[in-house]
C-alpha cells in the first residue's frame, strides 16, 4: 500500500502537470520557435511545366523557353533577387559550399516577395542573336531575353570532348537580408547548358 | 583691307565649325552621361523604398498581421522595379527613371500601412498577452487552491483509515 509521503508527491505532481497545462497559451507565445528546417527552392522546368526537358540545340534568333521557379520555406515573408548570368565553359560558376556568387555581371533580374510556404513561377523566353562562328570560337554579340535586348559580346570555345559551342545560361538566387539591409546570394542556382549551332 | 577682313572671316568660320564639331560630338554623350546618372540615382531610391516597405512588412508580420494584400502591392513594385533595372541594361536610362519614380510612390503608400497594420497588430498582441498572462495567473491559483483542499481531504481520510487500523493491530498484540 502507498504510504501518505507517496501520496504527497503524486498531488504536487499532479498540481505541477495542471499548473504548467494552464500556462501552456502564454508560454507557447513566450517561447515561440521556428519549426522545420529553413530553405527556398529555385529550379528550372520546360515550358510545359511539368517536365525537366530543356532547350538544348540553339540557333541564331530562334525563340526559347523555360519556366523559373522559386519556393520560400523560410519561415517568414522572403525578398528575392534572381539574376540570370551566362557564361561559357571557362568562366567560374557560382561556389554553394562557400556561398560565392559567380562574378560575372547580371543580365537580367527578377524580384519576387513571397510568403512563407508560397511558390512564384514565370516563363522566360530567350533567344541568341548575333552568333559568329570560326573554327575553334564561337562569338555571341547579344541575348534577348522576355523581349529585352542585352549586348553580351562573349566568346565560347570549341569543346572536343562534347563536339560543340556551348555557353551556360544560369540562374542565381539572392536573399534580402535586413541586418545587412541589402541582398546576399543564398546559395542556389541552376542552369542549363546550350549548344551553339549554326 | 577687304582681303584682309575675309581672311578674318575664314579663318573664324574654320574656328566655328572645329569648336562645332568638337562640342556637337561630346554634347550628346555628356547629356546621356546626364540621364544616365539620373536613372541609375532614381533606381537607387526606389531599391531603398522598396526594401524598407519590405523590413516594415516583416515587421507587421512578425506583430501577427495579416500581410497577404501588403505583399501581393509590395510585389508588384518589386517586379517594376526589377523591369527598370533590366531597362537601365538595355540603356532605356529615360523608361527606367519613369517606372523608378513610379515605384518610390506605390512603395511608400505600403510602407505607411505596413506601420499602421503593424502597431495595431503588436498593441492587439499585447493586449492578449496580457489576459493571457492574467487567465493563467487566476486559472493556476484557482486550480492550485483546489488542489490543496482535495489533500487536505485526502489526508484527513487516510489518517482517520490509518487510525482505525490500529487498535486491532493493538487486540492483536494483547492477546
Known sequence: ?198 | MVSELSFRGRRDLIAFSVLSVILGSGIPEIVSAEVRDEAYMSIQVADEAVSSAFEAVLIAEDAGANVSTLILRLNKSASLLAEAKNLFRTDDYVEAAALADHIVELAHNVEDEASTLGGLASSERESFLKLSLISSIIGISAFLFFMLILWRRFKRAYIQKSLKLRPEVASHAQT
Open chain 1, 1 to 198: 500500500m502507498l504510504k501518505l509521503r507517496d501520496f504527497e508527491s503524486l498531488f504536487l505532481l499532479v498540481s505541477l502537470a495542471g499548473s504548467l497545462l494552464i500556462a501552456s497559451p502564454i508560454l507557447s507565445s513566450i517561447f515561440a520557435s521556428g519549426t522545420g528546417e529553413k530553405f527556398s527552392e529555385l529550379y528550372v522546368l520546360g515550358t510545359n511545366g511539368m517536365d525537366p526537358v530543356y532547350p538544348f540545340n540553339v540557333k541564331a534568333n530562334d525563340t526559347h523557353g523555360i519556366i523559373l521557379g522559386i519556393g520560400n520555406h523560410m519561415g517568414s515573408s522572403s525578398y528575392y533577387a534572381l539574376y540570370v548570368k551566362i557564361r561559357n565553359q571557362r568562366e567560374s560558376l557560382p561556389n554553394s559550399t562557400a556561398n560565392m556568387p559567380s562574378n560575372l555581371p547580371a543580365l537580367y533580374e527578377y524580384r519576387v516577395l513571397l510568403r512563407d510556404g508560397e511558390v512564384w513561377q514565370a516563363p522566360l523566353d530567350f533567344s541568341f542573336g548575333d552568333l559568329y562562328f570560326s573554327s575553334n570560337s564561337c562569338t555571341l554579340r547579344s541575348l534577348t531575353i522576355d523581349g529585352l535586348t542585352f549586348h553580351v559580346d562573349k566568346v565560347g570555345f570549341w569543346d572536343s570532348e562534347s563536339k560543340g559551342f556551348f555557353f551556360q545560361l544560369f540562374f542565381e538566387l539572392w536573399i534580402y537580408t535586413p541586418e545587412s539591409k541589402g541582398f546576399r546570394f543564398h546559395g542556389r542556382y541552376v542552369g542549363i547548358w546550350l549548344k551553339m549551332t549554326a
